[in-house]
Structures are given as C-alpha cells and as structure tokens.
C-alpha cells in the first residue's frame, strides 16, 4: 500500500495550527511553525543531496530541533537513526559503521567527544551542530535549515519503506539496529493512542487540553511511547533537558506547565515523590503517568502521592509500544496483581506464552512471552539470522522475556531468558529478586546475578544506596531478612553496596553480564 510520507502530523496541523505545538527553555513553536521547520530541514537535507533511504543519524538531549528532525527526516523520506544521548560513543561508532549513517546532525554538546572518534565514522560525510559553538567540521543547523523550503513534500512511499532506526537497549548484547518501517510507525501511534485513551474509565480522551512533557531521553520510550499520540490530538508537547536529571527541578516545571501527562522510567520515580511530598503545594494536574521497571512497592507509593493516573508498561524496542499495561483500575481491590504487568494493552496487539517449540501454554505455565502486531513485524537491519531466531512461526515475536498469565489474564513477567540462574533447588529469576530489594525504602536501584564460589554458584545482590543512607552491616542484614520471603534458593547469600551500577537508558535498565564480570574481578564468590 502506498501512503504520504508524515500525513498524520500534516492533518493535525489543519486542525491545531496556532495551537503551542512544542516548548523547550528556548522557545515555543505552533503547529504551523514546527511543520514549517521541519519542512525546512528536510528540504535543506535534500539539497545537500540526501535522498530518500539514506540514513541520519541524530544525536541529541531533549531541544526542539529532536521534534523537528523527527517529522522532517519522516517528511521527505529520509531514514532517523536514533543515537541515544546516554549510549557510550563507542556504541554510535559501531552503529554509524554497521548502518552506513552518512550524514549525524547533534547536539553541540558532544562536539569533544564526537571529535574524538569522527574520524573512525568511516561513511559520515557530514556533521550538522545543533546550537551555538559550530565546530568548524560541522556545518550550523541553522544554516541547514536556511537552505530548505517552506512547502510540503507530499512524498509518496511504500508502507513498508524504512521510516527509522531504533537500536535495542544492549541489555542482553550489543545493541541490534531494529527497522521501523512507515506501516509500523503508523500503527505505533494509533496503538499508543488507543491505551492512552484506555487508561482510566474516568479519564476523557486525550486533547488540545492536555500538557505532555518529557524529561527521560526523547529518542527513547519517553517519545516512542508519547510524543506523536498526544500531538496528533493537539496536545502541547514541554521538553526538559535530560543532560542531567533533577528531581525537584522536574517536579517544579510539572507543576508551572500544568503537566497533564508524562513518562516515569521506575529507577527514576522515588526522588521525584519524594520531591512531589516534600512541596505538597506544588502539585501538576496529572491525569496520565506512564511508568516502566518499577515495583509493586513504587507503584503503591505513587498511587498514594498522585492518585489512580498510573499505568505500568511492558515492551521492547522491537515491540514498539506498551505491549502489556496494567492500571491503577486493575489493581482496585487486588493488590497482587501490582506484581504483573498487566494484560495487553491495546485490541492492536497479541500477547500469548509459548514452550520452546512455539506451542501455546495454558494459564500459570511459565515460559516465552511472544508478541503479534504490526508493531513488531519488522526486522533488524542486515541480521538475517538474528531476525528468523526472533520469531516464532506464524509471525510471532520473540522477546525472550519469560513469564505466565494467570487465569483472569493478567501477565506475570519473571525474566529475560538469558538471565535466569539454573541452581539445584531451582531456577532463579534475578528480576524477581530485584523487586523485593527494591522495595527497601534505603536501596536506590540493585543488580542480581550469580558469580562462581568453587563447583557451585553464589547468588549476589550489588545494591546503590539512596543518597542518606549507610551500607553497614545492620543494613545488609536488613536486606538479606527482606529476601527470606523468597524461595530458599532464590535468597541472595551476599549483599555488595556499590557506589555505581552498570546501566543504560540513563539508569533504567542494569547491565547484569557487565555487573558480574565487575563483580568476579573484585573477587566476589573467588
């Protein structure tokens, strides 16, 4: 099927064009402006000579020009490649030269540490700042999107042209690029707005009314799971800069924007309400608070500072949107089900359990959670292999996550498969022992993982602490009694305070092969 490259955006604009369509510290822009400059920048790509397919990669924290580059990369054809602003620079050295990315517009941030390695980003042929300080290897985006022109494109592509470039976290490896193709973008915004409007039976849909704002990564969950579903409805889009995270800081600009909705990755959420308890009177209108990774514990406490406005999300990069969520709704009068995450999210997409040979398990089964939409129907780029091992027969979607539904079909997330300890009492799910640490009220984030102690395995936690509390002796105690009420096998033997953990996504997700080699060569379980 043939299809207008960016149409969605273009309508919206018919209908909100004078409406704040984007606002970061600098400035604001209407729908009308923001497709002005997006048309602007595609165009003045285009006649740098970038033509449809080839690849650009865009390296930023949260600013304007992120939105801008997102509707006119789409606009003209043009294929964003996500460059996430908290990956090492290593890893963009890799993508850049797995992807053949030839043109990286960034921030001007990382002017220093992109000019230490631009010279091994063998197929760039051009660099394009963003912000004042141009170097002089790079050309100004300004100056870029003086070059462009006002008018629509109008582009015609296939549904199944490449729209962008997504690199999976690199929890499980280095990351993979995954293809997002226009078909799938397209049914990524209108199941994002199907669970948004979904979320509450006392919420109204999602509109002009509403405030979303962003202060996690844009390129990452925060925009892939929000941006385009409340802009295409009018929405006003705020952007805080996520060079640095500031709980209180992001808590004030909630409260000044009247934030209606926003993106909370779990590691992320205890400062934030501690810093929402201590300013009770400075409160945002929140009606919508998308959540990921975070505990039964966590999402309590935010039900008790902020209300029923929750929704806790379980996805992949390759799955595009929440494929479960569970609710504030769901949990009313069933508190064990804080424990799941929910059931599928939307009636876009299929969630089911599978054995390993790709049969249907019944209710309380355990085994491989697999994913079927238009979403996940993709592939990764130049990894054939990669690509038929990620999927089941009849179009399938691997996440090698395990788990089970219950029988009122909630899902039970326990793992992702590679990272499940087999001991002889059992298996281990380090994941579920995270969340029981996790609801300590003095541990920050943890990381399970299991390390040689002689011809057996030892289980060990590395917890950081939140700032104020003491890793002592009385503590470690106090955590190791927390886990008794795990299955004798499954009860960490050692407690290691760190000052820091192996992650990525700015915090969000632990590097647990990264912390056990750490943790091996510091000689724990030696």
Known sequence: MRTTAGIPFTQAVTRHGQRV??????????????????????????????????????????????????????????????????????????????????????????????????????????????????????????????????????LDVDENDICLLQ?????????????????????????????????????????????????????????????????????????MDDEKFDPQALVD???????????????MLPPILDAL???????????????????????????????????????????????????????AGNPRRLESVGRPATVLNEL?????????????????????SAMSSNKYWNLPEETTKAFFDRDWFRPRDIGYFDDDGF????????DRIETPGGVVYPHVVEAVLLGHAAVANCGVVSVPAGETQQIVAAVKLRDGSKGDGALEKDLLSRAHSLPEHQRPTLIRFVEHLPTVLGGAKVQRDVLQKSLTAGGVGA
Not at 176 to 182: E, G, I, N, R, S
Not at 253 to 267: M, S, V, Y
Not at 411 to 418: E, P, S
Request: charged letters at 20%; proline letters at 5%; hydrophobic letters at 40%.
């Open 411 to 418: 899902l039970y997330y326990l793992d992702r498969a590679k």
């Open 277 to 331: 308890e201590a300013t009770p009177g400075t409160r945002a209108p929140l009606r919508r608070v998308t959540i990921y990774f975070a505990t039964p514990e966590l999402l309590e406490r935010t039900g008790r500072v902020l209300g029923p406005v929750w929704c806790h999300g379980y996805g992949s990069t390759e799955q595009g949107g929440p494929t479960a969520r569970l609710t504030a709704e769901d949990v």
């Open 253 to 267: 600009t909630l409260a000044r924007e009247k934030t209606t909705a926003t993106f909370i990755p779990g590691p």
């Open 352 to 372: 089911l359990v599978m054995d390993e040979h790709g049969t249907h398990l019944a209710a309380n089964a355990v085994g491989e959670i697999v994913a079927r």
């Open 167 to 239: 690199c999976t976290s690199g929890t499980t490896g280095a990351p993979k690029p995954w293809v997002m193709t226009h078909r799938a973008s397209r049914a990524l915004v209108a199941h994002n707005i199907e669970q948004m409007d979904t979320m509450s039976s006392h919420m109204p849909a999602i509109g002009p009314g509403d405030v979303n704002l962003h202060f996690h990564a844009l390129q990452w969950a925060s925009g892939a799971l929000t941006l385009m579903a409340f802009m295409l409805r009018g929405a006003k889009t705020v952007l």
């Open 21 to 154: 369509a984007v606002s970061d510290s600098t400035r604001s822009l209407t729908f009308r402006e923001l497709k002005g400059r997006a048309n602007r920048i595609g165009s003045g790509l285009s006649a740098m000579g970038i033509v449809p397919g080839d690849r650009v990669g865009v390296l930023s924290f949260n600013r304007n020009e992120v939105v801008e580059l997102w509707l006119g990369l789409e606009r003209f054809g043009h294929v964003r490649v996500v460059l996430h602003s908290h990956f090492d620079m290593g890893l963009h050295v890799d993508t850049v030269n797995q992807l053949g990315i030839g043109t990286i517009v960034f921030d001007v941030r990382f002017v220093d540490a992109l000019d230490a390695v631009r010279q091994r980003m063998l197929p760039v042929q051009r660099f394009i700042a963003i912000g004042d300080g141009c170097p002089s290897w790079a050309i100004p985006y300004e100056e870029a999107l003086r070059d462009g022109k006002l008018d629509d494109p109008s």
